[in-house]
Every structure is written in C-alpha cells, then in structure tokens.
C-alpha cells in the first residue's frame, strides 16, 4: 500500500455518469449536454452502452435532442452507434454502416459488427455491407471481422 494516496478530481466523472443515468432513465435535458465536454459525452455513451434499460423510445428521444447520429467526432459516433445498436434503434443501422466502412480503424469497425451480427434482422445485412467493403480494412482488421462472422455464423 502506497505511504500517500493521491486524490483526484473527479468531478468530470461524476457529471458523466449522472448524466449517463438520467439518459439511460428517459430525462433528457439539453442544457446537461450544453455543460459537458466532448469527453465527457464519450464517458457518458460508454457508460449508458452498459446498461440495460435503454429502450428504443429514450434512443430516440436522445436523437431529437442531441443528434449525435450527425457528431463528426468519431468516438462520440462509435458510443452512440453502440448504444442504438443495443437498444434495436433501426435508424440508426445505415449510418453505422456507413461509418464502419468509412473509418477504418479496427477499435470502431470491429464493435459495430460484431454488434450488428447479434442483431438477427441485420445480421445478414450487416455481413454483406462487409463482404463488399472488406478491400477497404487492413489485413489484420479484416482478418478479425471475418473470424468475427464465422464464429457468429457458427453459433447462429
């Protein structure tokens, strides 16, 4: 055990995951995200792809509000692609797509797949947008979807 404990500020954190629970709650307030940082936004759809309360409706209610299927930062696009994902928010499977097949860094394109193969009514979909794309990854991130599809495939 360390002779000194250092304290932190934590208080950016703390924002984030209340936040993240109003979300995830349906309360909704623009004026939280208005405060937030773009760090902090990132946390907080991290921690909200967590839970298990997140419904379709409180998806799209962060939608109207935020927009953030429109954010051009790509880890706050990564969160909520994820987040909508889980909740089986249908709109937003296109802009997923298009954006795993526009950013080709495997720590994004990898979770979205794999995410959308455990969707059964896009799984298939989601394989083809793939298939016709894989040219676009590197090797190795290519070789891990595909291994990421058999395996799916294999427990489907």
Wanted: aromatic share 10%; charged share 25%.
């Amino acid at each position: 055990m360390p002779l000194v404990i250092p304290e932190y500020d934590d208080s950016r954190q703390r924002k984030s995951v209340e936040v993240a629970n109003a979300w995830s709650k349906g309360v909704i307030s623009e004026k939280e995200l208005e405060s937030l940082s773009s760090k902090q936004v990132i946390s907080a759809l991290t921690l909200l792809h967590t839970y298990d309360n997140v419904t379709v409706e409180t998806v799209g209610k962060l939608e109207a509000a935020f927009h953030f299927g429109d954010s051009q930062n790509s880890e706050i696009l990564f969160g909520w692609c994820r987040v909508c994902i889980k909740a089986r928010y249908d709109p937003i499977v296109d802009r997923a797509l298009d954006f795993a097949t526009t950013q080709g860094r495997m720590k994004f394109v990898r979770p979205i797949f794999r995410d959308l193969f455990s969707w059964k009514e896009y799984s298939q979909h989601a394989i083809d947008v793939f298939e016709k794309n894989k040219n676009f990854y590197h090797n190795i991130c290519r070789s891990m979807v595909e291994k990421d599809i058999q395996a799916h495939q294999a427990s489907a």
